[in-house]
């Protein structure tokens, strides 16, 4: 699933860069943690990141694990310094007022798989 695709499905915006919106990749797999030590365990390609955590701690995380998309849930909004890191890793961060649960629903009904 396209960024644009998901964009639409759980009514987000996009948090930092409208470039966001021009990458081809899509996304196979979703994960929902705020745990940022489990999803430093995760090792699969084409992973999206479903949170609640709002902090630097969660970009500096899916920059380790490689993964280029967040979603931000629960009406949470990124800071100008969480910002400016993903701007600089190129992760694209979306916020939407839906909760993790809800958002996951949506992902799964939309044929996104779950990492476990």
Not at 64 to 88: P, V
């Amino acid at each position: 699933m396209k960024i644009a695709d998901i964009l639409e499905l759980i009514e987000a915006k996009v948090a930092n860069s409208e470039i966001c919106l021009e990458r081809t990749e899509k996304f196979k797999y979703a994960f929902a943690s705020d745990l940022m030590s489990d999803v430093l365990r995760l090792k699969c390609d084409n992973t999206l990141l479903v949170t609640g955590l709002c902090n630097i701690q969660t970009i500096r995380t899916v920059e380790m694990a490689e993964i280029k998309l967040i979603i931000i849930a629960r009406g949470k909004k990124i800071d100008d310094e969480m910002l400016e890191l993903a701007d600089e890793n190129d992760i694209c961060v979306l916020e939407t007022e839906f909760s993790v649960y809800k958002v996951c629903g949506l992902l799964y009904q939309k044929g996104i798989l779950p990492v476990y």
